[in-house]
């Protein structure tokens, strides 16, 4: 029998809460031919598989009172708002929302007057009954679909049961009260949930729909960035947006990338510079070469990545999640036990005791209003998402709340040297020429001597593509030495030994010092250092010519600018252990081990060797990172608890736990403060919930708390958690503070 299952995913609208999110979860969940589905309150994306239809689930989501966002599926092919709208302009463009603001108007009078006061009259029952007509049929219809669809009790069943209750006792003005506060509390907390949404939404909006296409001919011409293609050539000019992934072929600009990589200073861009989509031209005009399709970008990359990353949740979410589903169903037992124990065995009064709240059915009411579990539930999403939003934001992207809680408990972090630590490509770190008058390695010192050297060399390896020769050719040029010679004419390499050339018709070599001991005599002190070059892990190129020894220049791979920094924040954060892992041989990292500052160092390792250093670790001290680029170090950070990589390639992006859009090490005590600062939040967030709600549990029982301040108080509190999570979205640590000054 064939398969005929499909998968999909739609956009469901209208949500305000994660307890809404779990009904039309629940409701898609009972359809004949739904094999799985799971619905993301803060992405809105409902993702089923089975053979039913789609057109089936998207009736039965509008059937519970919901919608679907029809096309754009809100991913990088969709278009937002640039600001949210204003809470009032929110909630006047709900229905539901509307009526119960025209109730407000109609209920206030009554609240003041009877609940206030202690007034009596007719008039004010009477306009309590037509703010219940406004707000009551939505909150009924909510609990009807609730119980029949998806078979369960649900909060618009316990506003109900309340409502219902309260009027049966006489509380009219209290029974529109609960109902008219509910739907506003609802609507802002829609509102809350809807900020929070469109701050990755917004990310969107850093790339612009249109572009600048250049014809083979020279003519320029207007066109969507979707229609581009890898090839294409399109012009960028000053102050724009970059609208697509490019190679610079023409063109000199400084580039503000930071919407892209979180950096805060500008990056000099010359032809054959990687342009990312999103980034901020300066002052030059660009012609860029298009290298990936719209859908494609590092940014697009970007959004998907956190779009997913929402909807893995964190072991405290989903353990909230899994308490809520049974919470409701005990919620109306115990109020039903609290209504009927007392005057059945205790004979108390069940109707009205020496006031109208001392009666065992009204407090068992306002337990019902106060117990409503939306400030439990919403409390750890938001505060997760807004935590990951702001990652996103500083160039960080955190594939889950399961990694932001793992990078709260670290306990120690493992960096890769090469390409991690280092900046993993050679530098020139010093030069002896033979006719410098001090009398060792000058590092970068700029003696005639050492400038001639330098010049030499880059004259020959101008041509070379070898790592060596294009860090000889970096450092002549960063010293303004590469146009003081001319180019080198009968350039040939020497395999094994180095690359000869004539230099304004002077022979030239540039060879290891291997064959210059067997080939080119030296003096026995530029040998030594030589050989003490060697020994400690930097690589001596020696250059001579027309056959005479003229010096040498001596090259390492270096730390990276910010390792030093990074490493001290990192141990000031408290972490037990900040660890090395190398394949160098031991004398070169132990230097560069007391150049960073780690804690412990182990070198010359396999990668498997890696993976078992990675391990013995987890078994010290419990939670480990491991930092590395991504690539070769897949398995050891597949192997620990968390996994970062520097650099924002695709392979990166994708192996990685967290990943860094940039090379700046700074960023990882940045998120790791960030994380622990998201776990104190949730446990705020969490213990003011529950609080909140036994004060008030407490206070009905004892026939101290009126109804509506109950739902007044559950709302607020919902509120208060909410906002309490979203301050993470500007979260500034002080390392972030020192990363933007630079």
Same mark, same amino acid.
């Given at each position: 029998?064939?398969?005929?299952?499909?998968?999909?995913?739609? $956009?469901?609208?209208?949500?305000?809460?994660?307890?809404?999110?779990?009904?039309?979860?629940?409701?898609?969940?009972?359809?004949?031919?739904?094999?799985?589905? =799971?619905?993301?309150?803060?992405?809105?994306?409902?993702?089923?598989?089975?053979?039913?239809?789609?057109?089936?689930?998207?009736?039965?989501?509008?059937?519970l009172g919901y919608e679907v966002a029809e096309g754009a599926t809100?991913?990088?092919?969709?278009?937002?708002?640039?600001?949210?709208?204003?809470?009032?302009?929110?909630?006047?463009?709900?229905?539901?929302?509307?009526?119960?603001?025209?109730?407000?108007?109609?209920?206030?009078?009554?609240?003041?007057?009877?609940?206030?006061l202690g007034w009596e009259a007719p008039w004010i029952d009477a306009?309590?009954?037509?703010?219940? &007509?406004?707000?009551?049929?939505?909150?009924?219809?909510?609990?009807?679909?609730?119980?029949?669809?998806?078979?369960?009790?649900?909060?618009?069943?316990?506003?109900?049961?309340?409502?219902?209750?309260?009027?049966?006792?006489?509380?009219?003005?209290?029974?529109?009260?609960?109902?008219?506060?509910?739907?506003?509390?609802? &609507?802002?907390?829609?509102?809350?949930?809807?900020?929070?949404?469109?701050?990755?939404?917004?990310? $969107?909006?850093?790339?612009?729909?249109?572009?600048?296409?250049?014809?083979?001919?020279?003519?320029?011409?207007?066109?969507?960035?979707?229609?581009?293609?890898?090839?294409?050539?399109?012009?960028?000019?000053?102050?724009?947006?970059?609208?697509?992934?490019?190679?610079?072929?023409?063109?000199?600009?400084?580039?503000?990338?930071?919407?892209?990589?979180?950096?805060?200073?500008?990056?000099?861009?010359?032809?054959?510079?990687?342009?990312?989509?999103?980034?901020?031209?300066?002052?030059?005009?660009?012609?860029?070469?298009?290298?990936?399709?719209?859908?494609?970008?590092?940014?697009?990359?970007?959004?998907?990545?956190?779009?997913?990353?929402?909807?893995?949740?964190?072991?405290?979410?989903?353990?909230?999640?899994?308490?809520?589903?049974?919470?409701?169903?005990?919620? $109306?037992?115990?109020?039903?036990?609290?209504?009927?124990?007392?005057?059945?065995?205790?004979?108390?009064?069940?109707?009205?005791?020496?006031? +109208?709240?001392?009666?065992?059915?009204?407090?068992?009411?306002?337990?019902?209003?106060?117990?409503?579990?939306?400030?439990?539930?919403?409390?750890?999403?938001?505060?997760?998402?807004?935590?990951?939003?702001?990652? &996103?934001?500083?160039?960080?992207?955190?594939? #889950?709340?399961?990694?932001?809680?793992?990078?709260?408990?670290?306990?120690?972090? &493992?960096?890769? *040297?090469?390409?991690?630590?280092?900046?993993?490509?050679?530098?020139?770190?010093?030069?002896?020429?033979?006719?410098?008058?001090?009398?060792?390695?000058?590092?970068?010192?700029?003696?005639?001597?050492?400038?001639?050297?330098?010049?030499?060399?880059?004259?020959?390896?101008?041509?070379? +593509?070898?790592?060596?020769?294009?860090?000889?050719?970096?450092?002549?040029?960063?010293?303004?030495?590469?146009?003081?010679?001319?180019?080198?004419?009968?350039?040939?390499?020497?395999?094994?030994?180095?690359?000869?050339?004539?230099?304004?018709?002077?022979?030239?070599?540039?060879?290891?010092?291997?064959?210059?001991?067997?080939?080119?005599?030296?003096?026995?002190?530029?040998?030594?250092?030589?050989?003490?070059?060697?020994?400690?892990?930097?690589?001596?190129?020696?250059?001579?010519?027309?056959?005479?020894?003229?010096?040498?220049?001596?090259?390492?791979?270096?730390?990276?600018?910010?390792?030093?920094?990074? $490493?001290?924040?990192?141990?000031?954060?408290?972490?037990?252990?900040?660890?090395?892992?190398?394949?160098?041989?031991?004398?070169?990292?132990?230097?560069?081990?007391? =150049?960073?500052?780690?804690?412990?160092?182990?070198?010359?390792?396999?990668?498997? +060797?890696?993976?078992?250093?990675?391990?013995?670790?987890?078994?010290?001290?419990?939670?480990?990172?491991?930092? #590395?680029?991504?690539?070769?170090?897949?398995?050891?950070?597949?192997?620990?608890?968390?996994?970062?990589?520097?650099?924002?390639?695709?392979?990166?992006?994708?192996?990685?736990?967290?990943?860094?859009?940039?090379?700046?090490?700074?960023?990882?005590?940045?998120?790791?403060?960030?994380?622990?600062?998201?776990?104190?939040?949730? *446990?705020?967030?969490?213990?003011?919930?529950?609080?909140?709600?036994?004060?008030?549990?407490?206070?009905?029982?004892?026939?101290?708390?009126?109804?509506?301040?109950?739902?007044?108080?559950?709302?607020?509190?919902?509120?208060?958690?909410?906002?309490?999570?979203?301050?993470?979205?500007?979260?500034?640590? =002080? =390392?972030?503070?020192?990363?933007?000054?630079?």
């Amino acid at each position: 029998m064939l398969n005929n299952s499909s998968e999909f995913t739609i $956009i469901v609208q209208g949500m305000d809460c994660a307890n809404c999110a779990r009904a039309v979860e629940t409701g898609v969940a009972q359809l004949s031919g739904v094999q799985s589905c =799971e619905l993301n309150f803060t992405t809105e994306r409902l993702q089923v598989r089975g053979t039913i239809s789609r057109e089936q689930v998207i009736q039965r989501v509008r059937d519970l009172g919901y919608e679907v966002a029809e096309g754009a599926t809100l991913r990088s092919e969709s278009r937002v708002a640039a600001t949210p709208p204003t809470p009032p302009a929110f909630m006047w463009a709900r229905p539901v929302t509307r009526l119960a603001l025209m109730g407000a108007m109609l209920m206030l009078p009554g609240a003041i007057l009877h609940e206030l006061l202690g007034w009596e009259a007719p008039w004010i029952d009477a306009l309590a009954l037509a703010a219940l &007509a406004l707000t009551i049929g939505p909150v009924v219809r909510g609990a009807w679909r609730g119980l029949i669809m998806n078979r369960g009790l649900n909060i618009h069943a316990l506003m109900t049961i309340a409502t219902i209750g309260a009027m049966f006792i006489g509380a009219t003005i209290e029974a529109a009260m609960i109902l008219v506060l509910f739907t506003i509390g609802e &609507a802002l907390e829609g509102y809350t949930a809807t900020r929070a949404r469109h701050v990755i939404k917004s990310l $969107i909006e850093v790339v612009p729909p249109m572009a600048i296409r250049l014809d083979p001919s020279g003519g320029e011409q207007q066109v969507a960035v979707s229609t581009l293609r890898i090839g294409d050539r399109i012009l960028v000019r000053p102050g724009e947006r970059i609208p697509i992934d490019g190679l610079l072929h023409a063109g000199y600009s400084m580039v503000n990338q930071a919407p892209i990589t979180g950096e805060s200073r500008l990056i000099e861009k010359e032809p054959g510079a990687e342009l990312f989509a999103g980034s901020i031209n300066g002052e030059g005009s660009l012609e860029v070469t298009v290298t990936h399709l719209a859908d494609d970008t590092t940014l697009a990359r970007m959004i998907r990545l956190v779009e997913e990353a929402q909807e893995r949740q964190a072991p405290v979410q989903r353990f909230i999640d899994r308490f809520a589903r049974s919470y409701t169903p005990a919620v $109306i037992l115990l109020a039903l036990l609290v209504a009927l124990v007392p005057p059945l065995f205790f004979n108390q009064p069940f109707w009205h005791g020496a006031t +109208e709240s001392s009666g065992w059915l009204y407090r068992a009411l306002a337990l019902l209003v106060v117990a409503c579990p939306c400030a439990l539930v919403i409390s750890t999403p938001v505060t997760l998402v807004s935590a990951m939003s702001a990652a &996103a934001r500083s160039g960080v992207l955190i594939k #889950g709340g399961l990694f932001l809680e793992q990078l709260s408990k670290l306990r120690a972090i &493992a960096f890769d *040297k090469t390409g991690t630590l280092t900046s993993g490509h050679p530098t020139v770190v010093a030069l002896r020429a033979a006719a410098c008058p001090a009398t060792s390695a000058t590092p970068l010192g700029h003696c005639a001597a050492c400038d001639e050297l330098l010049a030499l060399a880059g004259a020959v390896e101008r041509r070379s +593509e070898h790592p060596l020769a294009h860090a000889i050719t970096l450092a002549s040029a960063a010293r303004g030495l590469d146009t003081r010679l001319p180019r080198a004419e009968a350039v040939t390499a020497l395999v094994g030994r180095g690359v000869s050339g004539q230099v304004g018709g002077r022979g030239v070599l540039v060879g290891s010092h291997r064959h210059f001991d067997s080939a080119i005599s030296h003096d026995a002190a530029h040998c030594r250092a030589a050989h003490d070059d060697a020994a400690g892990g930097h690589t001596p190129v020696m250059v001579s010519v027309e056959g005479g020894y003229c010096g040498t220049i001596t090259l390492a791979d270096t730390l990276r600018p910010t390792s030093r920094e990074a $490493i001290a924040q990192l141990r000031a954060q408290g972490l037990q252990a900040v660890v090395m892992l190398t394949g160098d041989q031991r004398s070169t990292a132990e230097r560069l081990a007391s =150049e960073v500052g780690v804690t412990e160092l182990q070198a010359e390792l396999l990668p498997a +060797e890696k993976v078992a250093a990675v391990e013995l670790l987890q078994r010290r001290y419990g939670s480990v990172a491991m930092v #590395g680029d991504g690539i070769n170090d897949t398995p050891a950070l597949a192997a620990a608890n968390v996994g970062i990589a520097i650099g924002g390639t695709s392979q990166a992006m994708e192996t990685a736990d967290v990943t860094l859009m940039s090379d700046d090490l700074r960023r990882i005590p940045f998120v790791i403060g960030l994380s622990r600062a998201a776990m104190e939040c949730v *446990k705020v967030n969490v213990a003011l919930s529950i609080l909140i709600k036994l004060v008030f549990l407490v206070l009905a029982l004892l026939g101290q708390s009126s109804m509506w301040m109950a739902v007044l108080a559950d709302t607020g509190t919902s509120l208060l958690v909410t906002l309490n999570g979203m301050r993470l979205l500007g979260y500034r640590s =002080e =390392e972030q503070a020192k990363l933007r000054r630079g």
